[in-house]
């Protein structure tokens, strides 16, 4: 029962530099979701997936790039890091609607940009 | 565009009482779904109650029932029977549509304290 696992779970990386945080889940749920959690701001959507190949932004997706060419992985990636991209980062899934509606979580992505 | 707004930042309750976090949402989407989501400062996120737009009751589960008033777009959490335990950051989601597919938003979270 892995269920949803992001790695990795602590980062420090210097301004500019590319960064990649991968999520995978041993479920097949449809839906993928990336959040960025700030204090004051709760968690707020980058990028999420209704399928492989199905992508689409979020609320602040700027900086980000995701894929999902196979369904259980949905790597984010930071192309030039910078400092205002210090924070927790949580993947989620879930199945599709009409298939239930709880939103998993992996355990968060801790990423210092320094 | 879909909006989740949490206006009680911090919130304090005594053991035992109950207390009911505040939630308003926006959508133009008819079909959408809302939840409560617990984190406790060990970081993890707990999901609570779920409830769909076109549920005609009131979501509950143990001591949680979520207080779901269509027509102002609430859908507040009430905990029954505070615990210690119970103190923690609660998110209040919104499931919905703008393009073709579901997103899912969270507000900004209220910080609970039980007080003994």
């Known amino acids: 029962d892995a269920g949803i696992t992001q790695s990795p779970r602590y980062k420090i990386t210097e301004t500019g530099r590319q960064v990649t945080l991968m999520c995978h889940q041993t479920?097949?749920?449809?839906?993928m979701f990336w959040y960025r959690q700030d204090l004051g701001h709760g968690l707020r959507l980058i990028y999420y997936s209704a399928a492989a190949d199905i992508t689409d932004k979020g609320e602040v997706p700027d900086g980000y790039v995701v894929s999902r060419s196979k369904t259980e992985n949905f790597p984010l990636t930071l192309e030039s890091a910078t400092r205002s991209q210090t924070s927790v980062y949580f993947c989620?899934?879930?199945?599709?609607?009409?298939?239930?509606?709880?939103?998993?979580f992996g355990e968060g992505s801790w990423l210092t940009v320094v | 565009a879909q909006k989740i707004t949490q206006t009680q930042p911090g919130m304090f309750v005594q053991e035992k009482e109950a207390v009911t976090l505040d939630c308003t949402y926006d959508?133009?989407?008819?079909?959408?779904?809302l939840f409560w989501y617990k984190q406790p400062s060990s970081g993890e996120m707990i999901f609570l109650i779920y409830q769909g737009s076109y549920d005609q009751q009131n979501a509950t589960e143990g001591r949680y029932s979520l207080n779901f008033q269509k027509a102002r777009k609430s859908a507040n959490l009430v905990i029954s029977a505070s615990q210690l335990g119970d103190s923690a950051m609660y998110f209040c989601a919104m499931r919905g549509r703008e393009t073709s597919y579901d997103k899912v938003i969270f507000g900004p979270g209220t910080s609970l304290s039980v007080i003994p």
């Open positions: 479920w097949s749920h449809s839906y």
């Open positions: 989620a899934s879930s199945r599709s609607v009409s298939s239930g509606n709880t939103i998993y």
């Open positions: 959508t133009s989407d008819p079909s959408y779904g």
